[in-house]
T-cell receptor, first 115, second 114 residues
């Protein structure tokens, strides 16, 4: 079974630009979560999507947005990039049985550098 | 609000020595607890998790952790370190009923000396 894939793996952008990151979950998984990892702040939860609906959201500005498609693939968008947005962005998927807790499987991440 | 504290951002042990990585959590309700490992330029891999039942949890690669409610701790141990254990380790918590939202500690980088 293929794991979680994220594209692109590396990205360089300049301040003010916008960027879209993509995540393909493990086949059959319906939940996709996004995390930002930086040396200073560590791993922080951005948002979680389940069946095309945002179910949870972390404490990030509105410049960070996401969506999920009917095939469970998810995209994350950051508009008006700032230097502080440079980070590793991790996507995780899980099956999410009703009322249960499933392990989150992480992708390798997208390394975003903002110049 | 939930939070996770990992004591020691860097831990160094000799090969064959005991590994002990400390994790304390703060939660108003009994949480689910996790330990993840991250190797350079890779994502996170689940080592073990505690949900309910037995408080001593065994994971992959010889790691185990014990949930101690009275101490709000979930320390990770391995009896004998191997060079391949060198990585960064993250403790995480999520609240029962909360899906897809892991709260992570700052991480502990483990070095293993030959």
């Amino acid at each position: 079974k293929a794991g979680v894939t994220q594209t692109p793996r590396y990205l360089i952008k300049t301040r003010g630009q916008q960027v879209t990151l993509s995540c393909s979950p493990i086949s059959g998984h319906r939940s996709v979560s996004w995390y930002q990892q930086t040396p200073g702040q560590g791993l922080q939860f951005l948002f979680e999507y389940f069946s095309e609906t945002q179910r949870n959201k972390g404490n990030f500005p509105g410049r960070f947005s996401g969506r999920q498609f009917s095939n469970s693939r998810s995209e994350m968008n950051v508009s008006t990039l700032e230097l502080g947005d440079s980070a590793l962005y991790l996507c995780a998927s899980s099956f999410q049985l009703a009322g249960g807790l499933d392990e989150q499987f992480f992708g390798p991440g997208t390394r975003l550098t903002v110049l | 609000a939930q939070s996770v504290t990992q004591l020691g951002s860097h831990v160094s042990v000799s090969e064959g020595a005991l590994v002990l990585l400390r994790c304390n959590y703060s939660s108003s309700v009994p949480p689910y607890l996790f330990w993840y490992v991250q190797y350079p330029n890779q994502g996170l891999q689940l080592l073990l998790k505690y949900t309910t039942g037995a408080t001593l949890v065994k994971g992959i690669n010889g790691f185990e952790a014990e949930f101690k409610k009275s101490e709000t701790s979930f320390h990770l141990t391995k009896p004998s370190a191997h060079m391949s254990d060198a990585a960064e380790y993250f403790c995480a918590v999520t609240e029962r009923g909360s899906q897809g939202n892991l709260i992570f500690g700052k991480g502990t980088k483990l070095s293993v000396k030959p």
